[in-house]
C-alpha cells in the first residue's frame, strides 16, 4: 500500500471533486527526479548556446550565420531540459515556477523568431560567397536545416509557454 501525499493546489471543483488526483511519495520523488534532470540538461545545453554567443561579432557574416546556426542545432538539449523541469513543476503544483518557465518558453520564441531574421540577412552573403564550390551543397543544406528550425521552433515554444500559462493558471 502506498501512502498518500498531496502536492500542489487540490482544491475541489463545485461538485467537491479533486481537480487531479494525490501523487503518491513514489511519483512525487519520479517526477522531483525528472525536474533535477531537466534543471542539469538545461544549464549543459544552455551554456553551451549562451558561449556560442560570446565573444559578440555583429556585422561578421561569417560569425552571424555560425553562430545562428550553432544555437539552433543546441535547442533540442535546452528544449528537453525545460520541458522536463516544467512539466515536473506542473505536476507538482509549483505554479509560480510553472509560470515563470512558460514565460520562458514564449521569450524562447520571441528569439528564435528574432535570431531567423538575423539569419535571413546572412544566409544569402553565405550562399553566394561559396557558388560553385564543392561547399556549397553542405552550405545549401545547413541553410535549409536552419531554416526549418527558425519555422518549427518558435511555434513549438509559443504554444508549449500558452500551454503552460493555461495549465498553471488552472491550477491543474
Known sequence: MTAQVVIGPNAGDEKGKPKRPPLS??????????GWIGIVILAVGGADILLTWYPTSFGDFEWEFGTV?????GLPTVTVGMGLWLASALKGGRRRLSL??????????????????????TAPVALSSVAGTAVEIGLKKAVAKTTIQGLFYPIGFLLIGWKGFKTAKAGS
Not at 546556426?69 to 542545432?73: H, M, T
Request: net charge negative; charged share 5%.
Open 69 to 73: 546556426s550553432a544555437s539552433f542545432n
Open 100 to 121: 515563470a518557465l512558460s514565460a520562458a518558453f514564449a521569450l524562447m520564441g520571441v528569439l528564435v523568431i528574432a535570431a531567423a531574421m538575423l539569419y535571413a540577412t
Open 25 to 34: 511519495v513514489e511519483d512525487t520523488a519520479i517526477w522531483s527526479i525528472l
